[in-house]
């Protein structure tokens, strides 16, 4: 098991994910292109108990 934190780029959205992720894959449908601004935006799954969020 592992234990990642990230969060948003502006700092408001802090995370912490005590998971392994249970898959991930990534979309490039135009939707997630013009919400992430990229060519495809990344997801994972985590159960939901193993995740904790926190706005700053």
Known sequence: MSAY?????CGA???EL?????FSFR???RQCQRIIG???ASQFM???HRR???VL
């Open 5 to 9: 934190q990230g969060g948003c780029a």
């Open 13 to 15: 959205i802090r995370y």
């Open 18 to 22: 005590k998971a392994d992720p249970q």
């Open 27 to 29: 979309c490039h449908c």
């Open 38 to 40: 990229a060519g495809y």
């Open 46 to 48: 985590v159960p939901r």
């Open 52 to 54: 904790r969020n926190q």
